[in-house]
């Protein structure tokens, strides 16, 4: 097993992971130091003639890796290493990971690594019914040279999208998209995070473009990579990070109760190592996407959940990924009952003014969030006023351009005259549900309705905005 990785960024090689004391050190390579174009590895990690050799490059490492250890040990087992350490693991798994790095043993080129295979629907069909049935089982090749790794907790692959058809690449052939099943137990959550990631950009927050595909009536959340772009034909690389490496934040620790990052440090991170020309714009769109959050009920937004592009002269705030919606994890009759108190509870990933559930913000949560990112005191209730007069009409047009055969509910959207007010629930607009497919307890598009009707919208927006 090697003891030194290369370390390649925008096509050519940057410097050196080395092994010492079973510990990971990144050295750049003196030309790439003398370059001032040069992108760091990591903002944590700024291009020096030094070692850098603290744990906080094995965090960084380990971010490019799933968060689960079976996964982390299966993998190990599949590629035939005697340990499921970070390091090892990317010898064999960084030809494409998050962002625009690819790790290579030493001396390994990334020709002696690449493939790009045609795959069919049958293919891709097998590769989801395996993960929903065992979520541990990401990889699902024989050839694990250069092959992919993507961090977090769903199971997920990567695929290569040339010429409309789909392909398994490595190497030098970067994936496109990432496929998502859905969450284990959860049936349809990937449905639920494609409605909720076209809401969130039919409000206007800058949200990963995602399609929901069905393959051998296997559907799936097909999320298009923006650390991907198309030059010359060909696909190249955009460098990221998440905000868990950007803070030198271990895996174990991404959430905030946990001991990772708040607002506060996503306010900081932004205000310190995002272009000059990029803060203001990149605060305010954090602002919005925190406000959308606490709507939704999207209690996972931790620091894995926000990232950074980094990019020759410029880093900024990267669009928002892996949105959706806590309150689908209710019961069915909870949701049926209409009873939006039930909701008050749901935990959000991050405090702001010391609270992290739904029910308890008020106007000065939000005067705080608005605080904290730098802007005007009535910012974040402005946004969330305008959130709430919109949401329910960009929710019901996006369930209405579901695939026929996904769409498993009819709307009837009944608009009654005046105002949005509090308190008077007469007086919104309310969508009914005609008719729904019920698996598992988890009707998505039922409950994605009802979760987010515009009767416990408007009554949470006001009665923290009054």
Not at 51 to 76: H, I
Not at 138 to 150: A, H, I, M, P, Y
Not at 195 to 205: E, S
Not at 280 to 304: M, Q
Request: charged share 20%.
């Amino acid at each position: 097993m090697t003891n030194a990785l290369d370390v390649h960024l925008y096509d050519r090689i940057i410097g050196q992971i080395l092994l010492k004391n079973n510990k990971p050190i990144l050295q750049y390579s003196p030309a790439y130091v003398d370059d001032p174009q040069a992108v760091p590895l990591s903002v944590q990690f700024p291009v020096r003639s030094r070692e850098y050799a603290n744990d906080d490059v094995e965090s960084y490492l380990e971010n490019l890796l799933p968060d689960s250890a079976a996964v982390r040990e299966q993998w190990a087992r599949d590629a035939g290493l005697l340990r499921a350490n970070t390091f090892d693991l990317l010898t064999v798994y960084g030809g494409d990971v998050a962002g625009g790095i690819e790790l290579y043993p030493e001396g390994k080129g990334r020709s002696d690594n690449s493939s790009l295979t045609p795959v069919n629907d049958s293919w891709i069909a097998d590769r989801i019914r395996t993960i929903r049935a065992d979520p541990t089982a990401w990889n699902n090749s024989t050839d694990r040279v250069g092959q992919f790794s993507l961090a977090g907790a769903q199971g997920k692959f990567a695929l290569a999208l040339h010429d409309e058809g789909w392909y398994e690449p490595s190497g030098a052939h970067p994936s496109t998209h990432i496929f998502k099943p859905g969450i284990a137990n959860l049936d349809g959550s990937d449905i639920s995070e494609h409605v909720l990631m076209q809401t969130a950009q039919r409000l206007g927050l800058e949200a990963a473009t995602t399609q929901l595909l069905e393959f051998d009536q296997e559907h799936v959340l097909v999320v298009e990579r923006f650390d991907r772009y198309l030059l010359d034909g060909k696909v190249k690389r955009v460098h990221q990070e998440d905000f868990a490496q950007a803070t030198a934040t271990p895996v174990l620790h991404k959430y905030e109760q946990d001991g990772g990052p708040g607002v506060a440090a996503l306010a900081q991170t932004i205000a310190r190592h995002c272009s000059d020309d990029q803060i203001e714009a990149d605060l305010t769109a954090l602002t919005n996407a925190l406000v959308f959050f606490w709507i939704i009920g999207h209690g996972d937004a931790h620091a894995k959940n926000y990232s950074l592009l980094l990019l020759p002269g410029l880093t900024k705030l990267a669009p928002f990924y892996d949105i959706n919606c806590n309150f689908l994890l209710q019961t069915t009759q909870v949701i049926r009952a209409q009873d939006y108190n039930g909701f008050n509870g749901t935990e959000l990933a991050m405090k702001v003014n010391g609270v992290n559930t739904v029910g308890a913000y008020t106007h000065e949560t939000l005067a705080e969030l608005s605080k904290t990112f730098g802007l005007h005191k009535s910012y974040a209730s402005e946004v969330a006023n305008f959130f709430a007069q919109h949401i329910q009409s960009a929710l019901n047009q996006v369930i209405s351009e579901l695939p026929k055969n996904i769409q498993k509910l009819r709307s009837h959207r009944k608009s009654a005259s005046g105002d949005l007010l509090p308190n008077t629930t007469s007086q919104r607009r309310v969508s009914e549900i005609n008719s729904c497919h019920v698996s598992e307890g988890f009707c998505v598009g039922f409950l994605v309705t009802q979760a987010i009707a515009p009767q416990k919208t408007t009554a949470l927006i006001y009665r923290a905005i009054k």
